[in-house]
């Protein structure tokens, strides 16, 4: 069983940015795909980024050029930077890791991974 910690989130002002960063623990085998998800109030949870263990990466077309997701391989672990951040990104972002290839092209969605975090919050203000 892997288990995800995330960290980073917190409130901040529109055009503010923050990091996210995702722990990835208790895993012997390597990880394939690992992406971040975020779910607002009302909401379903949503793809935002994904990676695969040799660095493509994949973005909804809402957080493209905004967003940038990259991984340390050696401290395992995950990382999501948030620039130029918006109101309607204000959500709990979540990272998640998949044991299969990550969908081409595309981030996937939450039935593609199997191991989630707990979460951070993530709230933006005009």
């Known amino acids: 069983q892997v288990q995800l910690v995330e960290s980073g989130g917190g409130s901040v002002q529109s055009g503010g940015s923050l990091r996210l960063s995702c722990a990835a623990f208790?895993?012997?085998?390597?990880?394939?795909?690992m992406g971040w998800f975020r779910q607002a109030p009302g909401r379903e949870r949503e793809g935002v980024a994904a990676i695969t263990s040799n660095g493509r990466t994949n973005y909804a077309d809402s957080v493209k050029g905004r967003f940038t997701i990259s991984q340390d391989n050696a401290k395992n672990t995950l990382y999501l930077q948030m620039n130029s951040l918006k109101p309607e990104d204000t959500a709990m972002y979540y990272c998640?890791?998949?044991?299969?290839?990550?969908?081409?092209?595309?981030?996937?969605?939450?039935?593609?991974?199997?191991?989630w975090g707990q979460g951070t919050q993530v709230t933006v203000s005009s």
């Open positions: 998640a890791a998949a044991t299969q290839l990550c969908p081409a092209g595309l981030v996937g969605s939450v039935e593609d991974y199997k191991y």
């Open positions: 208790g895993y012997s085998y390597i990880i394939d795909c």
